[in-house]
């Protein structure tokens, strides 16, 4: 089945993890799709494996806080495939920093990744982006996915800098699926729990040491508080981006959908 044949995608942090796990699966569905990443070689890399062929997927070096590069990457896409249909905002970093760190570097970084960098994408992405307005409200429609997190809908100790970009994410969908719904575009965010991921690996790593046990250690207390008692694998969170990025999910916008093994229940 091809449910996204020749729509065009840009997902953000594409290189590794969940953003490669996205690009895969709307690649699988037909659409041609653009990675962008700040490592030029991971990217190209990530392209090939999805791609071995070459034409469908187009791997970019460029830095969501870099104006310039975003203009620069979405020129690109716009020249090679015309416009874009779907976003997928997913470049992110995390960094654990108690609030009594006078490392302010780090802590805005987390927040100009996450959250200026969504909106600077964001914004660039919409002057390309085709308007679809059908009589009965359904039909093809331009698709902006935003990937928070649970610690969009909760907070964590040490993680105030990425907690507050996570719940700003949610805002600015919300926000922005009001402001755009008269072109029929939809804005959504998914809120992940633990994913099988080098950040999710990094979080482990940092919380254990913070408290004085092992990353396994922790990990295991961590999946004790997830009720299906595991982590979640990078290709449960895309095939819920393929649901928002078709015509199925034409009624739902100004959502954010938890997947986290029932971790967040309300």
């Given at each position: 089945?091809?449910?996204?044949?020749?729509?065009?995608?840009?997902?953000?942090?594409?290189?590794?993890?969940?953003?490669?796990?996205?690009?895969?699966?709307?690649?699988?569905?037909?659409?041609?799709?653009?990675?962008?990443?700040?490592?030029?070689e991971a990217v190209r890399a990530a392209a090939d494996e999805i791609s071995p062929s070459?034409?469908?997927?187009?791997?970019?070096?460029?830095?969501?806080?870099?104006?310039?590069?975003?203009?620069?990457?979405?020129?690109?896409?716009?020249?090679?495939?015309?416009?874009?249909?779907?976003?997928?905002?997913?470049?992110?970093?995390?960094?654990?920093?108690?609030?009594?760190?006078?490392?302010?570097?780090?802590?805005l970084e987390v927040l100009n990744v996450n959250v200026v960098g969504t909106y600077r994408?964001?914004?660039?992405?919409?002057?390309?982006?085709?308007?679809?307005?059908?009589?009965?409200?359904?039909?093809?429609?331009?698709?902006?996915?935003?990937?928070?997190?649970?610690?969009?809908?909760?907070?964590?100790?040490?993680?105030?800098?990425?907690?507050?970009?996570?719940?700003?994410?949610?805002?600015?969908?919300?926000?922005?699926?009001?402001?755009?719904?008269?072109?029929?575009?939809?804005?959504?965010?998914?809120?992940?729990?633990?994913?099988?991921?080098?950040?999710?690996?990094?979080?482990?790593?940092?919380?254990?040491?913070?408290?004085?046990?092992?990353?396994?250690?922790?990990?295991?207390?961590?999946?004790?508080?997830?009720?299906?008692?595991?982590?979640?694998?990078?290709?449960?969170?895309?095939?819920?981006?393929?649901?928002?990025?078709?015509?199925?999910?034409?009624?739902?916008?100004?959502?954010?959908?938890?997947?986290?093994?029932?971790?967040?229940?309300?």
């Amino acid at each position: 089945m091809n449910l996204l044949h020749d729509r065009v995608g840009l997902v953000t942090g594409g290189s590794r993890g969940i953003g490669k796990a996205i690009a895969k699966a709307l690649a699988g569905q037909g659409t041609k799709v653009a990675i962008c990443s700040r490592d030029g070689e991971a990217v190209r890399a990530a392209a090939d494996e999805i791609s071995p062929s070459g034409g469908r997927v187009l791997a970019i070096q460029a830095d969501v806080t870099n104006t310039s590069n975003i203009r620069a990457m979405v020129r690109e896409v716009v020249a090679r495939w015309g416009q874009i249909h779907i976003l997928v905002n997913n470049a992110g970093i995390n960094a654990r920093i108690p609030i009594d760190s006078d490392d302010d570097t780090r802590w805005l970084e987390v927040l100009n990744v996450n959250v200026v960098g969504t909106y600077r994408v964001t914004r660039e992405v919409l002057r390309h982006m085709p308007s679809h307005i059908q009589p009965d409200g359904r039909g093809p429609g331009g698709r902006i996915i935003n990937i928070s997190s649970v610690l969009g809908r909760f907070g964590v100790p040490a993680y105030t800098a990425y907690c507050t970009a996570k719940h700003g994410i949610i805002g600015f969908t919300r926000a922005l699926a009001l402001e755009v719904v008269g072109r029929g575009i939809t804005v959504n965010a998914i809120c992940p729990g633990w994913v099988e991921t080098d950040m999710a690996a990094l979080g482990m790593r940092e919380t254990g040491a913070a408290t004085g046990i092992t990353q396994e250690e922790f990990r295991k207390q961590a999946l004790a508080a997830v009720p299906i008692r595991r982590i979640l694998e990078p290709r449960e969170i895309a095939d819920l981006v393929l649901y928002l990025a078709s015509d199925a999910s034409a009624g739902m916008t100004g959502q954010a959908i938890n997947i986290c093994g029932g971790q967040v229940m309300s």
